[in-house]
């Protein structure tokens, strides 16, 4: 099992910029793909993107596709969502997750550990 703790959230216009970091402890991170979801209030848990254990590959939502940039310092022990260009719909709590050997699947059901959550409030 591995821990891991997301930070960076926050309250922004419509427009701005904001990363989030999530810290992960416990088992070798970079045996994890990892990815981050958000859940907006009264929706389901979707994906947002995700980075493979070597930091190569990585996937998203068309919905962030060319504003959102996912990145890992295995170094570091930490995954970042770099989100720009924000949007009023963008305001959800975002979770980051963590899946053993996996590959970078959009797939919640793939994501054994979880975060506690980070609010992204984006204002019109």
């Known amino acids: 099992q591995v821990q891991l703790v997301e930070s960076g959230g926050g309250l922004v216009q419509a427009g701005g910029s904001l990363r989030l970091s999530c810290a992960a402890s416990g088992r070798t991170f970079s045996n994890y793909a990892m990815a981050w979801f958000r859940q907006a209030q009264g929706e389901e848990r979707e994906f947002v993107a995700a980075v493979s254990r070597n930091g190569v590959n990585t996937y998203y939502a068309n919905s962030v596709k060319g504003r959102f940039t996912i990145s890992r310092d295995n170094a570091k022990n930490t995954v970042y969502l770099q989100m720009n260009s924000l949007k009023p719909e963008d305001t959800a709590v975002y979770y980051c997750?963590?899946?053993?050997?996996?590959?970078?699947?959009?797939?919640?059901?793939?994501?054994?550990?979880w975060g506690q959550g980070t609010q992204v409030t984006v204002s019109s």
């Open positions: 997750a963590a899946d053993f050997g996996g590959n970078g699947a959009s797939d919640r059901q793939k994501y054994e550990d």
